[in-house]
């Protein structure tokens, strides 16, 4: 080729290149984030990313409730906004976020479905850390059989009690929470519900596993054996209701692996950020594990836990 047209064809495309270049923010990432609402931090969690050359996309976690899409976050210098519709919330209006970078951190408002504005403020999320070398620890009990000893309630309303070695919850109450937090571990839990029913287990409290009632049905990140709004097992794994099933779960970093039935469900693949209901927003530091009272019914029988050192 000529080097006269060599350099006609370079510079027609550098200048398409130019054209079609993606957006960057030090906006986009995820970000760890706490809503001050009615005297609480409620965690909440927000990815930010483009889409195309030209537009910001992203998901948002509230305090309950499934990853929810964003259809576009609109981006000027380091201030954004976005509006999702309303989930599980009362009342019919979007809840509508303004906020801006200030240093490394997010802040600003949200006004809820309920019209008021409420401040909020964000990290970059910063994932637990993965141990060099795995060094497993000796299994250990959560659950010994006669008692919650070892364990609390988030609230008043304890629905759950112990008969015939059997941890039971009757729904509509509180959660139950180990006193001990964990870092990366691999846990084992026996358990079984009634027909229709929907309960979970939190790793280190913020990632919800799904124990729900969904044999026969197409998987779904919502539903058994999923992690709630984010990673869809590959199969449904779920026995008839009644029948005692197990979970053999690892959470390595922000990685987990799901066993189910003993069918891999999940195989290394990494959680994005917290779950609805998620007792904090500290990705970064150890956790307790976190049974769903306020839901369905469901029965324990074994819960043990192996920590990496």
Known sequence: MPFKYFNSVFFIAFFVCLG??????????RWDMVIEKDGKQLPSWLEIRHSGH???????VYAFGSARPVAE???????????????????????????ELVGDQLKGTMVYTDGKSYPFTGKKQTAFPTPEKMVWSEQKSLFNGKNTDGWHLDGDKNKWTVTDGILSNAGGGSNLITNEKFGNFKLKAEFRYPKGSNSGIYLRGRYEVQITDNKGMEPSDIYFGGVYGFLEPNQMAAKNAGEWQTYEIT????RVTIIANGNSVITDQTIPGITGGAIDSEEDQPG???LQGDHGAVEFRSLEIIPIQ
Do not use: C, H
Request: no cysteine; glycine share 10%.
């Open 20 to 29: 079609f270049s993606q957006k960057t923010s030090p906006l986009e990432g």
């Open 54 to 60: 030209k537009t910001f996309v992203g998901r948002y």
């Open 73 to 99: 976050v609109k981006i000027a210098d380091n201030r954004f906004s976005f509006s999702i519709p309303p989930q599980w919330e009362e009342g019919d209006r979007s809840m509508d976020f303004e906020g």
């Open 251 to 254: 959470l390595i970093g922000n």
């Open 288 to 290: 307790p594990i976190m």
